[in-house]
């Protein structure tokens, strides 16, 4: 079943979730891995420090509320900081060589990503365990929500990733979101942690269902393209 995004619910899911293995009245930024407390999650206004809900696939590719299943879909939603949060944008995932500097944050955010690399419209978190997170949960949205004609009133969006740069003027029905072979790359030299396990079970407590990429990481493989380091690198430099 769907869950609301601005629900209670989701909001005390998110923090069950990603609550903090050394505060137990804090979340971990997925980012940052800054420990924020539960209390000052973001409800509008000015807030640098306080932690938000962060769309792994952006809300902004699809059209939020109106498609209420993947808005609220926990298997896509982390507890982020606010500050790193709005840095990471609505940005491909991909590995960036050339980091831009980071115009956002000002001497009041104290809770930063040192090591996240921002390029150009390209985003690199700084953890190998968040990167091979990164993209099973976003094989996830790929196959979950794969409803082009909006003949399923559950899913009415269609996710794709595709290699490359995506085309972020999609919208609506049908999405985009880059870069299929670097999270190809993250997911195969990155194993499911026991992170991911934990919190698979948890979001099958609330919503119902889980995430197949991590009971099953070869399905990653028979979906997507085999973990063959040379086909991958290969297949980087020819795009």
Not at 56 to 79: F, Q, S, T
Not at 92 to 112: G, L, M, Q, W, Y
Not at 183 to 193: Q, Y
Not at 206 to 226: C, H, K, L, M, S
Request: with cysteine; net charge negative.
């Amino acid at each position: 079943f769907c869950l609301t995004y601005t629900s209670t619910c989701v909001n005390n899911a998110i923090a069950e979730l990603d609550e903090s293995g050394t505060d137990t009245e804090s979340v971990v930024g997925f980012y940052s891995r800054a420990n924020i407390k539960k209390e000052n999650r973001y409800r509008g206004g000015r807030c640098p420090d306080c932690w938000s809900k962060e769309h792994i696939y952006p809300a902004g590719r699809w059209g939020r509320e109106d498609r209420k299943c993947p808005h609220g879909d926990l298997h896509n939603l982390v507890a982020a900081d606010k500050t790193v949060n709005s840095d990471r944008n609505n940005y491909d995932f991909d590995e960036v060589i050339n980091a831009i500097d980071n115009k956002k944050k000002t001497d009041e955010d104290k809770v930063v990503c040192e090591n996240c690399k921002e390029g150009d419209e390209t985003w690199e978190p700084a953890g190998n365990a968040e990167k091979g997170q990164i993209a099973r949960m976003l094989f996830y949205m790929d196959v979950r929500y794969s409803d082009p004609n909006g003949t399923d009133g559950t899913q009415n969006t269609d996710l794709n990733l595709v290699r490359g740069r995506s085309n972020k003027s999609l919208k609506g029905n049908s999405s985009e979101l880059g870069n299929l072979t670097t999270l190809l790359k993250w997911h195969c030299e990155n194993e499911v942690t026991q992170y991911e396990k934990d919190r698979n079970d948890l979001v099958q407590q609330y919503q119902g269902n889980r995430n197949p990429f991590i009971d099953v990481p070869a399905f990653v493989e028979t979906i997507f393209g085999p973990c063959d380091t040379t086909l991958i690198i290969l297949i980087q430099l020819l795009w």
